[in-house]
């Protein structure tokens, strides 16, 4: 199972409720989650983190906003199941991939950012993809990748190019759901985004009177999380764990009603 961005409170609070019924009912052997948005809907913190793991997340992907909280670097070096864009500068503190043993077999995670509408430094995700996915195809044919972008031309393009190594390449960042999952006859399974596990009547998770100010007028107002419902987006990927073959990538788009408990 793999969870788009969680965003803020109302995100947490909607993988508290859902995430260990779902895990059980369908018998999930990993969850991994977007957990970028996670702290008010910029950043991560370690009690956050906690509180997810907690929950039945056993790993997170992240991407532009990591660094919003400072308290993450103070884990971010020991933290293995916390990964950070494996195309940022390789001084930076914590990891791009990560190995995790799944009952009898293992699967890899790599977290990468693209550079289409993104404006941070960093290097090429097709180079780092290719680099990074040798790596773990030493070690299990089960590779998982959060391409953390915003361009469809680059999430489709990355996913061309992996498309016969990797067992799924999940797009991450817009916030909002695509409806072009698809698997490779090659092997990996693809979507542009999984979307978010946050407020639903919103844009992107943030109050709308607010975001619409901006555009319009141009004022600092600043942002603030939406409130109201919320959706709760992901999606379940079934693969053969021999060969990494994805076999089937199924969509989740569930709202949930807080009321409350916000
Ligand atoms: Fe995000
Ligand atoms: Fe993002």
């Given at each position: 199972?793999?969870?788009?961005?969680?965003?803020?409170?109302p995100g947490r609070e909607a993988v508290l409720r859902l995430l260990p019924?779902?895990?059980?009912?369908?018998?999930?052997?990993?969850?991994?989650?977007?957990?970028?948005?996670?702290?008010?809907?910029?950043?991560?913190?370690?009690?956050?983190?906690?509180?997810?793991?907690?929950?039945?997340?056993?790993?997170?992907?992240?991407?532009?906003?990591v660094w919003d909280k400072k308290e993450i670097l103070e884990i971010m070096p020991t933290e293995t199941r916390l990964l950070r864009p494996a195309?940022?500068?390789?001084?930076?503190?914590?990891?791009?991939?990560?190995?995790?043993?799944?009952?009898?077999?293992?699967?890899?995670?790599?977290?990468?950012?693209?550079r289409v509408f993104i404006p941070l430094p960093s290097d090429c995700p097709f180079q780092v993809a290719s680099r990074e996915v040798e790596k773990a195809l030493q070690v299990t044919p089960n590779v998982i990748v959060d391409f953390h972008a915003e361009a469809t031309s680059e999430k489709l393009a990355l996913g061309w190019l992996l498309k016969d190594?990797?067992?799924?390449?999940?797009?991450?960042?817009?916030?909002?759901?695509?409806?072009?999952?698809?698997?490779?006859?090659?092997?990996a399974a693809y979507i542009s985004d999984v979307g978010m596990v946050g407020p639903y009547h919103s844009v992107l998770g943030l109050d709308p009177e607010r975001v619409l100010n901006r555009f319009m007028r141009g004022l600092p107002?600043?942002?603030?999380?939406?409130?109201?419902?919320?959706?709760?987006?992901?999606v379940y990927l079934t693969l053969d764990p021999r060969s990494g073959k994805a076999l089937e990538l199924q969509r989740i788009f569930q709202l949930i009603s807080l009321e409350g408990r916000i």
């Open positions: 199972m793999f969870l788009g961005d969680i965003v803020g409170q019924e779902m895990k059980k009912e369908k018998s999930i052997d990993l969850v991994i989650a977007n957990g970028e948005n996670m702290a008010g809907g910029f950043g991560m913190t370690p009690p956050l983190l906690e509180e997810l793991f907690a929950a039945g997340i056993d790993v997170f992907t992240s991407g532009n906003h195309n940022f500068a390789p001084e930076a503190p914590g990891r791009g991939m990560g190995i995790y043993d799944v009952g009898e077999y293992q699967v890899a995670v790599i977290n990468l950012i693209g190594k990797v067992s799924a390449v999940l797009g991450t960042h817009t916030h909002v759901q695509t409806a072009d999952e698809k698997i490779y006859d090659e092997k107002v600043g942002l603030e999380l939406a409130s109201g419902e919320v959706v709760f987006n992901g």
